[in-house]
């Protein structure tokens, strides 16, 4: 990736008849619902940023660009994104382009996370060009004369019945968009639509799969220097000597920086920074020290801290009566997003003013971390999103981009390009947490729950910056800054107690979160948060329950379940994969079943799978999965089938193989064969995902809500094929082999 072109604000106002890209910087995260009697708020990120050219810019010439403050991870929303306003402005799909997250272009949307961006953003887009389309129209109804009913818009023209027809870069004033957006829109009718669900192919995939330029890995700006930082050894470790002189004499150096315990090296080739950082490495002495639990006893661990209790759900029927009861526990350990691409960050400090590129999942909250650690305004610190190979949660990419920044705020005007090493990533990435549920249920006797209890134990699911404490480089500075109290997500979105208020209609139920802020190792968001272990946790229960009663596990579900689009999602999932309640699986093969509402607000999913067990080594492997998922609307049929495949091999590699391992000083998982995850030889023989889509209805975040179904559906498909119940994350071939053999 060449040298990008740098344009700020101003810059891109610059020309005749180009529309003002401004924005309100209030809060992202402002409550989503008006007060009681107020009056009502544009939907989706409008709230925040209600300005129509925050999200859309027209130039005179007629060319079209749309603004988003969330970044592209590889879910393909840039393409849905784009597809939405090329329907709703009526123009073609390849006039447009998009402009992702960007400190001095988009709008404030916080964090890409929690599956929000079709719903925030693109909800935000959809109405803005709705409302755009609407002046435009009404303009050039003055011009023409003409009512504005008798004029339509095509190919980026508002047309009149006798042929006349305006230009959108015609209609344009300086002031036009510059509008706040209204609570309502004049919204196309789907059955209209012709670039909304349609399968467009992604507009980020051809350069990702021909060895372009795609991600800030590739980015290569003139006079740039490559950077690599020595980490401790361990949590806590102190620089206690470091002789430099002959790393500094060695081919290609440019500048050694050391900040307190912040050790890096800037040489001229890649490769020579690499060398240097070795050398420098065996130069450093540390004091290191024992702070970590034992890793055998993971239970031992999560209950033996103390913790926050809260009961976040309750309801009592005492006329039910319950007739047997069983209880189980289930865990999770700490594990790794293994982004395939250790993590990357380009900074350029220059006039004052800091420049970073990266692959951060939050623009405006890294950096008002990085302005922070610096002594800076946040004014004079951009940062611009770019693609980073691995991602779906907090990963090194914060961590990378303020390496960036207080290495080049040593080396005025000399971009500094920053890499990890795998073993880094690895050792240093914020982690999944470890967690720990507990459920205990019981059947009346017709065979349906007649109480249910659940409680969950769990650390915070989010330490994403937004000030300096939650950077590496500023915790080990020479004045560092303290790494900030941890904190619970307050439901209904929810961190660890994600997903665990049960779906499903029980007379009695009582669920309780258990946080705690003792952190062990450093953890942070992992896709889709305590969601996937809670749905993991509860959806193997709910077979358990149903093996109790002596029902069908599709059976059981749906007599639980009141909501009439999950419960299409159930049937979906089941005729597809052709379920029987009196199925008998092939040999060392079983079938797995289960359903989720992400956040029990977002999207549908329901899983089956078949699995095979190899009784001799323990080994399991998905042999086929069929997925039914309603997320609402659907704006590309192929972008929706890509998250849901990709989450249920995501979940296959977690559920099967991952886990974080470490002693009682270090991370000792920091490769591939000590960190394994899932290889080509072990993907599924196929997936199929059925889409029920909802013409006209509110996007449903569907990035995050796979992994949990598919975990539950795989773990209750080995159930199925050994007649052996795990509950234990991972599930590994020793795990099953231990249980064959019990």
């Not at 290495?407 to 690895?426: G, N, T, Y």
């Not at 065979?447 to 300096?468: C, K, L, Q």
């Amino acid at each position: 990736m060449n040298a990008p072109v740098i344009l700020d604000r101003r810059q891109m106002l610059a020309g005749s008849g180009a529309l003002i890209v401004s924005f309100s910087l209030r809060g992202a995260h402002a409550e989503d619902q008006a007060a009681p009697g107020a009056a009502p708020r544009p939907p989706g990120s409008l709230k925040t940023s209600p300005y129509l050219d925050s999200w859309l810019r027209i130039d005179a010439d007629g060319a079209i660009t749309v603004f988003t403050g969330k970044a592209e991870l590889g879910q393909g929303f840039k393409t849905a994104f784009q597809q939405i306003a090329a329907e709703e402005l009526g123009v073609a799909f390849a006039s447009l382009k998009v402009v992702t997250a960007d400190t001095a272009l988009t709008a404030n949307e916080g964090y890409t996370s929690g599956s929000h961006s079709m719903q925030d953003s693109g909800t935000a887009i959809q109405n803005a060009a709705a409302q755009a389309r609407a002046l435009l129209v009404g303009e050039a109804a003055k011009r023409l004369e003409l009512p504005a009913e008798n004029l339509r818009t095509e190919a980026g023209a508002v047309i009149a019945p006798d042929g006349r027809r305006l230009g959108y870069g015609e209609l344009v004033a300086a002031d036009t968009l510059h509008v706040q957006a209204q609570p309502t829109s004049n919204l196309k009718d789907p059955a209209a639509f012709t670039v909304m669900g349609q399968p467009i192919p992604r507009v980020d995939i051809p350069a990702k799969v021909t060895g372009g330029a795609a991600y800030v890995q590739d980015m290569r700006l003139p006079g740039m220097v490559h950077a690599r930082v020595v980490r401790p050894p361990s949590y806590g470790a102190q620089l206690t000597g470091c002789d430099t002189a002959a790393i500094q004499k060695m081919p290609g150096i440019v500048k050694v920086i050391r900040d307190g315990n912040f050790l890096a090296v800037t040489a001229v080739k890649e490769f020579q920074a690499v060398k240097a950082m070795k050398a420098l490495a065996a130069a450093a002495t540390w004091q290191e020290r024992s702070r970590l639990p034992k890793q055998d006893d993971l239970v031992a661990v999560l209950t033996g801290l103390p913790s926050q209790d809260t009961t976040i759900f309750q309801r009592n029927d005492p006329s039910v009566n319950a007739a047997k009861t069983i209880e189980a526990s289930y865990t999770r350990p700490y594990q790794s997003h293994g982004s395939i691409g250790p993590s990357c960050a380009v900074a350029q400090f220059k006039d004052g003013r800091m420049t970073v590129w990266t692959h951060t999942q939050g623009v405006y909250p890294d950096r008002a971390g990085i302005a922070q650690m610096l002594h800076m305004e946040p004014a004079d610190v951009r940062c611009i999103h770019v693609e980073g190979s691995g991602c779906y949660g907090h990963n090194g990419a914060d961590d990378a981009a303020a390496d960036a920044a207080l290495i080049a705020r040593a080396m005025p005007d000399i971009p500094v390009r920053v890499q990890w090493m795998r073993e880094q990533e690895h050792a240093w990435e914020p982690f999944g947490p470890a967690m720990l549920t507990r459920l205990k249920a019981s059947l009346d006797g017709e065979g349906r729950i007649a109480d249910w209890n659940f409680e969950v134990w769990s650390n915070t699911h989010s330490m994403r910056p937004g000030g300096a404490g939650c950077l590496l480089a500023a915790q080990h500075m020479a004045q560092p800054f303290a790494v900030p109290p941890a904190k619970p997500i307050p439901l209904p979105e929810g961190g660890g107690d994600r997903n665990a208020i049960p779906i499903y209609s029980f007379p009695n139920a009582h669920v309780v979160h258990h946080f705690i802020p003792d952190m062990p190792l450093r953890v942070s968001a992992m896709r889709s948060l305590g969601a996937y272990h809670n749905v993991f946790s509860i959806e193997s229960f709910m077979d358990e329950l149903a093996g109790l009663a002596g029902a069908d596990p599709v059976a059981f579900r749906l007599k639980h379940l009141e909501d009439p689009r999950g419960r299409e999602v159930i049937e979906t999932a089941a005729r597809g994969f052709g379920w029987r309640a009196t199925q008998t699986p092939p040999q060392d093969r079983g079938y797995g079943f289960a359903f989720a509402r992400y956040k029990n607000l977002a999207a549908y999913c329901a899983i089956a799978s078949e699995v095979e067990v190899d009784r001799e080594t323990g080994r399991a492997r998905l042999v086929r999965a069929v997925a039914a998922v309603d997320s609402g609307q659907v704006v590309n049929p192929n972008g929706l089938t890509n998250q849901i495949e990709g989450a249920i091999v995501q979940s296959m590699s977690w559920t099967l193989y991952e886990s974080v391992s470490f002693d009682d000083a270090r991370i000792t998982s920091i490769d591939w064969q000590t960190y394994p995850i899932l290889r080509f030889d072990a993907v599924p023989d196929s997936i199929e995902v059925h889409i029920i889509d909802r013409p006209g209805k509110p996007f449903l975040g569907s990035g995050e809500t796979g992994q949990g179904p598919a975990a539950a559906s795989i773990a209750n498909a080995i159930a199925n094929a050994t007649g052996k119940r795990l509950r234990h994350l991972p599930l590994t071939r020793k795990r099953i082999k231990d249980a064959i053999d019990a």
